[in-house]
């Protein structure tokens, strides 16, 4: 951790629940190493207090927030300036004070797309399925339309989230999409790579999975799941079980941080300290490597 003094610029995540939240780690070790004097800490915050922590953030001086479940679109708002990413997506996972202005970015997007090329994920020509059409599952269609693929197949429990979802990203892309609910999939229906962005199967419901027929993964390369906790869901080790390629969200959350490091401190981060902070986070996170993770 960086020696605080007079001059340390402080960030910080606010959420609720924060506390397992990994991207203290990530960020004061990404300080550490780049030799950067920050501070980031995790705010617990109430529904009611969202817009008073932002702008109380703002008039302490801080240098940006991370914004976490459940407050991606309540900041909205509150910003001045949206970046293209978050503007589409509607969601805002990094704020910046600056000059007397809040600004708004969206960095997971760039998270999941390069932990998914990381590990050899190709999307042109494909046909994904998203399992959830919530805040998580938004960010994954935007990013996957934005990448030559042939169709989307978007699954929910709630029809009308789902089809909302599509009109969305209809608004902005030309693509075929599908819409289903979990009772009226067949799970036959082919597809190449498959997105889980529900919070079933998260820590402490592990044994929950979306899909139960082992079918459904019949013919897939990669399942991908945004779940990092556990680091095999359910949904990850049906896959498996099927021969299936399978992705966890550790690497996502990662990769977005670095984006959202990279914006506060206007810095690129060079690949070898990239590496050795994923290297960390991996053995701090499940005690673990990351080509033992990657299956
Ligand atoms: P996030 O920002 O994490 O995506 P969200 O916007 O609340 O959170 O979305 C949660 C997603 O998980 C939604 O797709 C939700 O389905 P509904 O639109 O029907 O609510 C899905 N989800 C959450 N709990 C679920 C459950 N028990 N069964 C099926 N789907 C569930």
Redesign the pocket.
Known sequence: MTNINGKTRTVGLIGNPVEHTLSPFIHNLLAEKMGINTAYLPFQVKTENVKNAVLGAKALGLLGNNVT??Y?TDVLPFVDILDDEAQVVQ?VNTLKYKNDQIYGFNTDGYGLRTSCLNNGIIFEGKTICI????????SVAFMCAKENIKNLILI???LE??QELRSNIHKYFDLPIDVFT?DDIDSHTRKNICFQ????GMHPLID?C?IEDPAFFNGMEWAVDIIYNPSETKFLKMALSAGVKALNGLEMLFYQAVKSFEIWHEVVIPNQIVGEVLLRLCDFAYNRTIKEMVK
């Open positions: 479940i459940p991606k969601a399992l959830g059409a919530g805040g998580a599952a938004k929910n429990r709630t989230t789902a979990f962005t529900t919070s079933i929950a979306p």
